[in-house]
Nanobody, 126 residues
Framework: QVQLVESGGGSVQVGGSLRLSCAVT????????IGWFRQFPGEERRAVAA????????YYIDSVKGRFTISRDNAKDTVFLQLNSLKPEDTATYYC???????????????????WGQGTQVTVSS
């Protein structure tokens, strides 16, 4: 059974940084994504970044390119999301998720993800 546990959220001021961690257990091969999603109050969860473990291919949404960095520690089966230059509009609950890689698929589609962490809150104040 795949399990994901996030950590590293918190409260920072505008321009600050946080590093989110996602510890992954139970995966049996490398044909999957680990994605980071965020959810604003009253809205649906949306993709932020992902890494395809099989090749290391990395994906970002435009609004976080140059500010957020996704990476993976293979030895520890942990995926990180480094959040830099944080803005108030980044305030959200952040989730990591494991998703099946499908050739030609959309890494942003929530339907591709089958296991989710519990979420961690990121709050950016001005």
């Amino acid at each position: 059974q795949v399990q994901l546990v996030e950590s590293g959220g918190g409260s920072v001021q505008v321009g600050g940084s946080l590093r989110l961690s996602c510890a992954v257990t139970g995966m049996i091969d490398n044909n999957y994504y680990i994605g980071w999603f965020r959810q604003f109050p009253g809205e649906e969860r949306r993709a932020v970044a992902a890494i395809y473990v099989g090749t290391g291919m990395i994906y970002y949404i435009d609004s976080v390119k140059g500010r957020f960095t996704i990476s993976r520690d293979n030895a520890k089966d942990t995926v990180f999301l480094q959040l830099n230059s944080l803005k108030p509009e980044d305030t959200a609950t952040y989730y990591c998720a494991a998703g099946q890689y499908v050739y030609g698929g959309d890494w942003r589609a929530r339907s591709q993800y089958y296991s989710w962490g519990q979420g961690t809150q990121v709050t950016v104040s001005s």
